[in-house]
């Protein structure tokens, strides 16, 4: 990679970044896989007997697709991650080797960026989709949202109020990363 290129020392942080990145990604895909192992039409494992507030069958299938999607978008962030590290370590030359293990490379700035974004992008899909997953699983567990339930709707709304503000602050962390 070349062109534009990033101080010396910032590859270190770079592939910190991306390690991080990563690691994250990979705790949300294992619980996307725990989602998966749960079964949603178990009777034994609702928390509801009204019959009117039972989640129907399509819940179950949007469980299951959102858990799907989440897992795609998560092992996608990664994946681009793993490939950003491994073109900064790629990058480094005979003139950069590696002192006090770090990494020494000149990379394209609008390259990482840009892998930067792509890597949120796949984090904050995956997240969303996650979090639309879980709003079946408490409609499974606790009731349907339309029932009225105060449970269900006392699982749901920190879910829904958290996860998108937590977002907005990543999203927003992101951004100012990449106009520096």
């Not at 770079?14 to 990604?25: E, K, M, R």
Request: charged share 10%.
């Amino acid at each position: 990679m070349s062109g534009s290129a990033v101080p010396k020392l910032a590859t270190t942080i770079h592939i910190t970044a991306l390690d991080g990145i990563i690691n994250v990604n990979s705790l949300f895909t294992f619980a996307v896989f725990v989602g998966l192992a749960w079964n949603p039409r178990d009777p034994n494992n609702r928390l509801t007997d009204d019959p009117n507030c039972l989640a129907d069958p399509k819940v179950a299938e949007n469980l299951v697709a959102f858990h799907v999607y989440s897992f795609a978008f998560f092992l996608f962030s990664s994946l681009v991650a793993l490939c950003l590290k491994q073109a900064i370590r790629l990058a480094k030359t005979a003139h950069y080797p590696t002192i006090f293990a770090l990494d020494l490379a000149h990379v394209n700035k609008s390259a990482v960026r840009v892998g930067y974004l792509v890597c949120a992008a796949g984090s904050v899909c995956g997240c969303v989709f996650l979090m639309l997953a879980l709003i079946n699983v408490v409609q499974i567990k606790l009731g349907t949202l339309g029932c009225g339930s105060s449970h269900s709707y006392g699982a749901v709304i920190p879910l829904v109020t958290f996860v998108p503000l937590g977002l907005i602050i990543y999203v927003c962390t992101i951004l100012y990363a990449f106009t520096r």
